[in-house]
Each structure stands twice: as C-alpha cells, then as structure tokens.
C-alpha cells in the first residue's frame, strides 16, 4: 500500500516541550527519539527537506519516514513552521541563564552523571553538592528497579521527587540522557519543564556534549 503522505516544503521543524521531554527522558532507544534527537542536535535550525528528513530519521525508507513524522506530529511533539527555531547559542552563561524558567521558583540545579554540579539557580553551594549526591542515588536507585517500575508497575516515567501532602513536588530529579551522557535536572518547587524554555535547554545540552565532550571531564 503506497503512502498518501507527503512533505509540506520551506517548513522548519519546531520540537514542542514534549517532544523535548519524551527524547531525553529515557535511554531506551526508538525511531522516534532518533528524529527528535537529530532535530534537537542540529547545531542550526533547517528546513524540512526529503534528505535531511531520511538524515534525522535515519533510514532510506522515506514513507517509514514520513509517517515517523506524521505520528510525531499527531503526537504533538513537533510542528512545522515558516519561520527557523532560534537555536540558543553556547557560551558559559547559557544553561545558567536557562535554569531559572525550569521552576516556579527558580531553583535548579544540573548534574552530570559524576554527581557533581555544573550550573546552578537558586541553590546555595553546600546544598547544591548534598542535592546533587541524593539526585544521583536516586536515580540509580531508579534505573536498578527500571523492570519493576515499567513492566510491573506499568508507570513510564523516570523522574523521582519529594511531594507535600497533595502531591505537588518539591523537589524533583530528572535525568536527561544526551547520546552517550546522562545528566540530571533539579527542580526546587514545581517544574516548568512544558514551556520552550526546556527545549533552549536540550538543544543546549546536545550542543555542549557535542561540541566539548561534556561537562567536568566526560
């Protein structure tokens, strides 16, 4: 059966804070994170065309490509737009910078998979080192019980943290797996992580562990 789907052109691919969230958030690879990944890591922000769609996809097939797309837009996790994504640029400043929109209250923390920060909102110094080793017990302790919290307990979420009564967080630890890097976002108070703030900070993250390495010796 051929596909009726075809490729709108002079559109720029936009990923939405979902699309974002859902690339990074887990390790496991899938068709779909490789597009997202791709996008995300384009140094520069290029239009959709029918080769660089099979680049981003990786694959030949570009009815398997087309509808990769369509799903992921159906999905609302990207979008086209006429006008290019303004990819953050890298400087020492930027994920500092960035850290505060990922909480009401802007408190946040990164970590790399070391356990040592690297950037830091809100948090004062000794607080932002004990964080950093409770974040990353926490989510090793996470990815050591993965088969029981997918497979038995059916919960597809990664991020671990502390809740008052209600239910609302107020400290959460998010790890963000960036190729062959995890790193782990805190968030005091409530997280922002739906806004495009989140995706300056990916798309940051994937230029940083491109373009140096990683942080703190990766």
């Known amino acids: 059966m051929e596909t009726t789907l075809s490729l709108q052109t002079n559109l720029y691919p936009h990923i939405t804070a979902a699309g974002a969230f859902y690339a990074v958030a887990n390790k496991a690879g899938s068709a779909s994170r490789t597009l997202?990944?791709?996008?995300?890591?384009?140094?520069?922000?290029?239009?959709?065309?029918?080769?660089?769609?099979?680049?981003?996809?990786?694959t030949d097939d570009l009815d398997s490509a087309l509808n990769l797309l369509y799903?992921?837009?159906?999905?609302?996790?990207?979008?086209?737009?006429?006008?290019?994504?303004?990819?953050?640029?890298?400087?020492?400043?930027t994920l500092t910078n960035l850290l505060p929109h990922m909480s009401d209250s802007q408190k946040a923390l990164l970590i790399d998979q070391d356990g040592f920060y690297f950037a830091n909102s809100g948090f004062n110094h000794e607080a932002a080192e004990e964080v950093a080793i409770l974040a990353s017990e926490a989510i090793r302790l996470s990815e050591r019980h993965a088969l029981l919290i997918k497979n038995n307990l059916n919960i597809y979420q990664n991020a671990w943290g502390l809740c008052d009564p209600t239910g609302q967080s107020e400290l959460t630890f998010f790890p963000i797996y960036i190729?062959?890097?995890k790193y782990i976002l805190v968030t005091g108070g409530m997280p922002q992580l739906h806004k495009d703030y989140f995706v300056s900070l990916v798309r940051a993250l994937y230029q940083t562990a491109d373009t140096v390495n990683g942080f703190n010796g990766f």
């Open 71 to 93: 799903r992921l837009q159906r999905l609302e996790f990207l979008y086209g737009e006429e006008n290019p994504v303004e990819v953050p640029e890298i400087n020492s400043d």
């Open 179 to 181: 190729n062959d890097f």
């Open 36 to 58: 997202l990944s791709n996008v995300l890591k384009a140094g520069k922000s290029d239009v959709i065309t029918p080769e660089r769609l099979l680049g981003w996809a990786e």
